[in-house]
């Protein structure tokens, strides 16, 4: 294992770490180079923007504008599932 890997308790451990940061903190810190609150290698550096564009694509997926007969509307089933789904895990 070379000093670039990072393992799955790492990874594990560094995402709950993010995620009680938020992902605004931790995307203004790799903004600014990274140093302060992520920290580390390149790879973790790598890792860390990997994840702040997973959190950003669930924040945007999370409502979805639908065209109907009186204008827009929104999918309030897909809505549902996804809020059941990210409970689940």
Do not use: C, S, Y
Not at 41 to 49: G, M, S, Y
């Amino acid at each position: 294992m070379g000093n670039d890997e990072i393992n799955e308790e790492g990874k594990r451990a560094r995402f709950a770490r993010w995620e009680e940061m938020g992902v605004d903190r931790i995307k203004a810190d790799l903004q600014a180079g990274g140093h302060r609150e992520v920290g580390g290698t390149r790879a973790v550096r790598d890792l860390a923007w990997e994840w702040v564009r997973k959190k950003e694509a669930e924040q945007a997926e999370l409502v979805t504008l639908k065209p109907t007969f009186w204008g827009v509307g929104i999918d309030l089933k897909a809505i549902g599932r996804r809020v059941i789904r990210r409970f689940k895990r």
